[in-house]
């Protein structure tokens, strides 16, 4: 998870013949994958929901965990 880490440190989404691959490791690599995903920002974040609709209750659900739900920003909690 440490590389999808960097490539969002990066702006993977910027990275037009990267993003789709990243979207296919996260998309796979669930629920490992949770927090890289809470580590986009709100736009990418609701793009990968609209493309991979089955991540969201399962992503929800550990976005809304006491532990992850505090060290979320602000802008997370209308959306999980």
Sequence with gaps: MGILSKL???QVWRLPK???GFL???SQTQPHSFPVLL???MPQLESIMKKFPDL???LT???NQ???RASLPNS???WA
């Design 8 to 10: 969002v440190s990066r």
């Design 18 to 20: 990267l993003w789709p």
């Design 66 to 68: 006491p532990t992850i």
């Design 24 to 26: 296919k490791c996260v």
């Design 39 to 41: 580590e986009l920002p």
């Design 61 to 63: 659900a550990y976005a």
């Design 56 to 58: 969201r209750p399962p």
């Design 76 to 78: 997370f909690s209308s």
